[in-house]
């Protein structure tokens, strides 16, 4: 379609694709619903079958339409020839449907809780099938077509089957198959082996120089499983081995490189915040010796530009790159806005942000027809005329403590803010459970000291029993330069 839509522009001709869209609702009855350029058009509606109990599953593909319900009923609809079948499988509830592709190919998959099953639908019966406890012993989690003629099961022994169209057994070992080229895959291993090869990457000790041959390492272990192990170190590519034999290499560097092979998330992760603020941290204290034994910046050492932590890693990268972040972000949105809930939102931030004028610009451009035009306006008016006296100050503190109180925690977080309150705002936010948006503001409103008490007790909370997050715990102790307290949660 892409292709077409390419070649027609290139002609200046239009093209409009025409979408279709299907569902049930709580009777069971079918609607179609057609898109076509800018136009919504209401299709033909399928009265509901007295046989079908509530409609779990929907598939469509030609002229034929197959329903499922939660007491294992299948309804084939002939859209040409407006006929349907019911066919009660007797299987439970019918958790997915999906047609083979193909064009022309009528074959349907069907997924339940005890198994799936292959229907033919232009015979309307069943072609094989597959039962847990008859034919197989483990438990399906997913379902697809891998090709026209082939089905793809994931089940809950942690495998991956490809199954022929019958569904026989199609699966085998990896490890007996006769490859071409060597594979790198760890997980190929035992879990004592595969804990070896991770080891003996990171740490070796015992040599001034690092080895790539396990076989010489003296240690207690079935000769078997070494070379098992070596054969992975040997699948290795020469680039990678230089680069990890290479004594340049800090531990740092090895730990997230070795992450990366092995495919670890969380320890890839874990080591991008710890080597990020562990150099982060080293730097700013070499500075601060380098200024307090009175160097000047060309006599002391030049260190370069520190670079930020990814913004995928959210609260966890520094506070002005952070708040950098989100103000590109609302205005963004302000480019983009199109209604008033829209507007609304980015008013709401940027007071959030610290960005009044901004935000009171926005609050004056509600219509005054609209509903929430009188408070608007009366809240532009109090962003604009607010003071830092103690009168003032203490109004609006007790204001927006009772609309905390009394369920408004966004509005009284929001007056907090407006008085440079947001210290007492992130207290309220965690009182109240709002965790995540309290370490948020804390990153964008609060000092670096402030800041940490909050995300320390943050830290705190989801080390409690009841949370027990410890690992999302440790990177928050991470970006806060907590390293002894992160060794010994490690530890323990």
Partial sequence: LLQDAESKSETSQAISAREHFVFTDTDGQVYHITVEGNTVKDGARIPPDGSMGSIACIAWKGDTLVLGDVDGNLNFWDLKARLSRGIPTHRGWVKKIRFAPGKGNQKLLVMYTDGAEVWDTKEVQMVSSLRIGRNVNYRILDIDWCTSDKVVLASDDGCIRVLEMAMKSASYRMDEQDLTDPVWCPYLLVPRAALTLKTFLLLQPWSGTFTMDITQVDYNEKDEIKGLIQEQLNSLSNDMKSVLQDPELSLLQRCLLVSRLFGDESDLHFWTVASHYLQSFAQARQLSVSTAEGQTQSEGIQLSPQNHLDICNDVLCESSYFQKFQLDRVHLQEVKRSSYEHTKKCADQLLLLGQTDRAVQLLLETSADNPSYYCDSLKACLVTTITSSGPSQSTIKLVATNMIANGKLAEGVQLLCLI????????????????????????VRLSPAESSDVLKRWAEHLCSPQVNQKSKAILVLLC???????????HR
């Avoid at 947001?422 to 936010?429: I, N, P, Q, V, W």
């Fill in 480 to 490: 806060l330069g907590c390293f002894y307290k992160v060794g010994e949660m490690l």
């Fill in 420 to 443: 440079d309150k947001a210290a007492d705002a992130c207290r309220y936010l965690q009182t109240y459970g709002e965790w995540n948006r309290a370490a948020w503001l804390a990153k």
